[in-house]
């Protein structure tokens, strides 16, 4: 099947199998490896994208699913080469160790942001109750999800919108 | 220089002023919680895993696994698979055998132990779920999966044994030609307890039982296997912990050259012992690239991973401990049975005498007896998981030191306060041999406790019993300590470990000052990039930004011994900063005959040498750099280069310790904790950057939690392993989690020049005792001594109904949903 999906501003035409999934389309297909598999069930969140601005899991979405989407990795979330704020929120509260989970968990806080731009602790901690982290006990990410929520209620724009549009058809 | 860094003044500092935690300082580094360098590529996707790689003309692998416990094969025919589309080959484990070798095991414990051959793809029998039998090489990794179903394999089922003393009657072999699933028994004596138990007031004996977990390092086990053009040559990439110890055993396994092989560990996604390892699929990878000559990929599945990489724990600890009636300890007394699984993996002997050196803990005793049995089940190998020993032996000792406290009447932190090592007492040679280098127990407790408002939580949990109040407070005290650091090489060849215990480390200084850090540990979220740059940077008196680290990659850096069992920083990183100070010292050299000054007149400060007496003679260490790359003029004699090595074989151990306290909430209507706080008062040493020992501290603790609340790999009386995917195994997310509360004394190791310790096993190794203890706590009063990990809500409302009427009967039935497992076992009680 032919779908059409714009990955991180960049507009792909590609012919699918029907049974591929979204992770694997974006990891195989078009090389956006940063978006990583962390397990076969969907408990683990590491996949997790942004489909026209939502969260989702990529590895519980197939390709075909994805036509006439807009999806945005963690590759495509700095915009003109400044970090989101959440990205840098990361950085800053030390809220990533091996790193393997971070992507998913920055692209679900974004979302979670978006809905609820001052969310309290234990609304962080549900909202990112999809994603797994095996490393930081959650404390550090749930603290620079605060710090950008505190720091800056806009931060939490969409992060979807990547500038110019390229064309690139396979 | 470091050394001469404050660590816990600057600490302080940064607490009161947060503000100015980035400032650039130079000279400082050490102390500062620097922000990572290896975030900026986490945080936008330019990561290098295992399974990014792609490469020209790549084949991908799926291993056909067994879905019985214990069978033997007599048939395995993988035509079918190789007529499917995109299938370029498929191999049986006797097609492969003369070329796989047996997986290594580097830790004999014992000079009898049995140690049965375990082929990376089984031959003739299978004797876990999940062993690989045949494997597919295919197109791509959606081909490889879909050929596995078409390999016909005929099992002939032999009974499965899954539980340890059931296997100790030796009914059931799992290997069948050893005549015995007795792996080793592994004695220890320190004293004569049978004296010191005769000579005392109070006999506490419980049995506790580790169950088994699993890992779950976010990034699943990958490894890519590239041939060169020359056709002899293969570089290996793979989701692991030791490169260089893997490069080593895979040459001896498949008898490859180690000279032809290159391993690197790109960027790993976690690994807490799971990836210390050298596994089948790294070894059938290799072997195929070979035999094909073309690059070859195989990614596990999670579910696949739950079969295929290492458990851990799985012991079952019969303890004793003896005292007088005014709460002196006399004596200790432990029976270990160990799970080793089907096959002995890399260290998968070694883990629970790793332990046995702990169980005194903190304790000052006349006698300790220590008995280790491994056994051999039809389970997935036991091996390494963060701790690996030490937790287990906290949870013991630290869970029956309260049940003395109980049984003397006393306060369990006024028992432990009366038998603890004394700060003023280190070094102090422990009943089971070891010298613990420091520690302040007393401080880090006393900070504990206020952090805590111990008292204060006393006297509500009084109150709510008073009342009986339908939810309950309990409280849980973990006084840990632990040996990290492994490990001086004398010490593990006494324990006839197969290897050394050193660290190496090298620096470069490039022409234009700034410098290369080639280190042998290699990191998979530990934050050694930033950390070795802090090191070096104080050093050498360089910017932080100049440093880079490089690590890895066996060509790239050539020595090394890898990363686990807390030893990065305390061998790792003190040979960073020893192979530094070489650097200064030959650097010394050539300034003293630049500035035309005697080198014992030289002073060197913040990268710049000095004459002492002549402040305006000086140079810097760039420029030296510099003046070397150019050679025009160094002293006689000497060779170009400032360049230095170091290789720290560590004298000693450090030992790390705290105090955490976590207090509870139990529903007893409804069985369910809620975790109420949790505070944890670490001493780990002087700290190179407090941004990365609290987080360690905080992923320990949510893992000790973890075990102590949430998680358990079960299996059925078949051997199946039921709790086989994501979705039956409760690895905890963030609202499953509390808040912790941390804190840190600093009391310097003497075991390394920088006075640090290690940081990455001691949450865990702390935790769980404190969570437990704290659920006993709360339902003491109910007549519970003690609740099977993971406390779950019915094992927790069973044990306080057990001697209901209605309770008392379901309860004895167990259920099936957690292995039949009674909910509340208790062996003994106070005598």
């Known amino acids: 099947m032919r779908i059409e999906v714009t990955v991180d501003g960049v507009r792909y035409s590609d012919e699918v199998e029907p049974r591929l999934l979204l992770v694997h389309y974006l990891r195989d297909r078009l090389g956006k490896v940063g978006t990583p598999i962390g397990c076969d069930t969907s408990n683990c969140g590491a996949c997790t994208v942004l489909i026209d601005g939502a969260s989702a899991k990529s590895c519980s979405v197939l390709a075909v699913q994805a036509d006439g989407v807009e999806v945005t990795t963690i590759e495509g979330l700095a915009t003109d080469g400044e970090l989101h704020p959440v990205q840098r929120a990361f950085r800053e509260q030390h809220a990533l160790q091996c790193g393997y989970c971070t992507p998913g968990m920055i692209m679900a806080s974004v979302d979670l942001l978006n809905a609820n731009p001052s969310p309290t602790d234990e609304e962080i901690r549900h909202g990112l109750e999809g994603n797994l982290c095996r490393c930081t006990g959650y404390q550090n990410i749930v603290r620079a999800v605060r710090s950008v929520a505190d720091g800056d209620p806009v931060a939490a724009e969409t992060a979807a919108g990547a500038a110019g549009t390229a064309e690139v058809t396979a | ?831």
């Open chain 2, 1 to 831: 220089m470091s050394e001469e860094v404050d660590a816990g003044l600057v600490a302080e500092q940064i607490r009161e002023h947060p503000e100015q935690i980035d400032q650039p300082d130079p000279t400082k580094h050490v102390g500062k919680p620097l922000r990572r360098k290896e975030d900026a590529r986490l945080i936008t996707g330019r990561t290098r895993w295992t399974d990014n790689i792609n490469l020209p003309g790549l084949l991908h692998l799926a291993m056909v696994r067994s879905p019985m416990a214990h069978a033997r094969i007599t048939r395995v025919d993988v035509s079918p698979a190789l007529e499917r589309p995109g299938v370029l080959a498929a191999f049986s484990g006797a097609d492969l055998a003369d070329q796989l070798g047996v997986l290594p095991c580097a830790w004999p414990v014992t000079a009898d132990m049995v140690h049965p051959d375990h082929h990376p793809l089984a031959v003739d029998e299978v004797r876990h779920v999940g062993e690989a039998v045949a494997v597919i090489v295919a197109r791509d990794r959606y081909a490889a999966a879909d050929a596995i179903e078409s390999v016909e394999v005929d099992y002939e089922p032999l009974p499965a044994v899954v539980d340890m003393e059931a296997a100790l009657s030796d009914e059931v072999l799992v290997h069948s030609d050893k005549g015995t699933n007795k792996a080793f028994l592994w004695p220890f004596d320190g004293g004569d307890y049978d004296a010191a138990k005769a000579r005392a007031d109070v006999v506490v004996k419980r049995r506790y039982v580790q169950q088994r977990l699993i890992p779950n390092a976010m990034e699943p086990r990958a490894v890519v296997v590239e041939p060169l053009t020359e056709g002899d040559e293969y570089t290996v990439y793979s989701a692991t912990q030791i490169p260089h110890i893997l490069r080593l055993m895979l040459a001896l396994t498949t008898g490859m050259p180690e000279h032809k092989l290159r391993v690197i560990a790109p960027d790993v996604g976690g690994g807490f012992g799971s990836k210390l390892n050298v596994y089948a699929e790294e070894v059938i990878a290799l072997v195929l690239a070979r035999k094909l000559g073309r690059p070859v990929k195989w990614t596990e599945s999670r579910s696949e991973g739950y079969q295929a990489t290492i458990h851990g724990r799985d012991q079952i600890q019969d303890i004793e401990i003896a005292a007088t009636r005014d709460g002196a300890i006399l004596g200790l007394s432990v029976d270990l049975k160990a799970d080793m699984g089907a096959y002995l993996q890399l260290v998968t002997p070694g883990i629970p005498i790793l332990g046995a050196f702990m169980y005194n803990a903190i304790y000052k005793m006349d006698a300790y007896r220590f008995r280790c049995t491994g056994v051999f089940t039809t389970k997935t190998p036991t091996d390494a998981y963060r701790g690996a020993g030490r937790p287990e032996a906290t949870y013991a000792i630290e869970r029956i030191v309260t049940e003395l406290a109980h049984e003397l009447g006393m306060d369990p932190v006024e028992l432990r306060r009366k038998n603890w090592i004394r700060h003023e007492e280190f070094p102090y040679t422990t009943v089971a041999g070891l010298t613990y280098d420091s520690g302040n127990y007393e401080a880090a407790t006393a900070r504990a406790t206020e952090l805590f408002g111990y008292d204060q939580l006393r006297r509500e949990q009084a109150e709510r019993r008073e009342r009986q109040d339908p939810v309950q407070l309990g409280i849980g005290i973990s006084t840990y300590t632990e040996m990290c650091g492994l490990a001086p090489s004398r010490v593990l060849g006494s324990l006839s470990y197969g290897a050394g215990g050193w660290e190496a480390a090298s620096i470069r200084m490039l022409p234009t000052g700034k410098v290369e850090v080639v280190t042998g540990t290699t990191p998979h979220g530990q934050g050694h990039v930033t950390a070795w740059s802090q090191i070096a940077g104080d050093a050498l008196g360089v910017p932080f930004e100049d440093v880079s680290v490089i690590c890895g990659d066996t060509q790239s850096s050539p020595q090394g011994m890898d990363t686990y069992g807390s030893r990065s920083l305390v061998v790792g990183g003190v040979a960073v900063h020893l192979a530094a100070q070489r650097v200064v010292e030959k650097a010394r050299k050539v300034a003293a005959h630049l500035l035309e000054a005697a080198e014992g007149d030289m002073e060197f400060d913040g990268g710049t040498f000095s004459v002492r007496g002549s402040p305006d003679a000086k140079t810097t260490i760039q420029e030296v750099a510099l003046a070397t790359f150019a050679a025009h003029n160094l002293p006689e004699g000497m060779e170009p280069t400032i360049n230095a090595e170091a290789v720290l074989d560590p004298e000693n151990f450090s030992y790390p310790h705290g105090t955490h306290l976590c207090a509870v909430e139990v529903d007893t209507e409804t069985g369910r904790t809620r975790i109420r706080s949790y505070v944890a008062v670490d001493d780990v040493g002087n700290v190179v950057n407090p941004l990365i020992v609290e987080g360690q501290v905080h992923g320990g603790v949510a893992q000790g939690i973890a075990q102590a609340l949430y998680e358990e790999a079960v299996y059925d009386p078949d051997g199946n392993l039921v709790t086989g995917t994501m979705v039956d195994y409760l690895v905890p997310a963030a609202p499953d989690l509390p808040d912790f509360t941390t804190d840190r004394t600093e009391t310097p190791s003497t075991s390394n020049p920088l006075g640090v310790k290690g940081v990455g096993e001691a949450g865990t190794i702390a935790s769980t005792p404190a969570v437990v203890g704290a659920v006993v706590d709360a339902i003491r009063h109910f007549g519970v001594t003690d609740v099977r990990m993971p406390c779950t809500p019915e094992r927790v409302w069973r044990a306080i109904h057990e001697h209901d009427s209605d309770g008392g009967e379901r309860g004895a039935q167990g259920t099936i949903a957690y292995g039949g497992q009674q909910t509340a076992t208790t062996a003994g009680g106070a005598e």
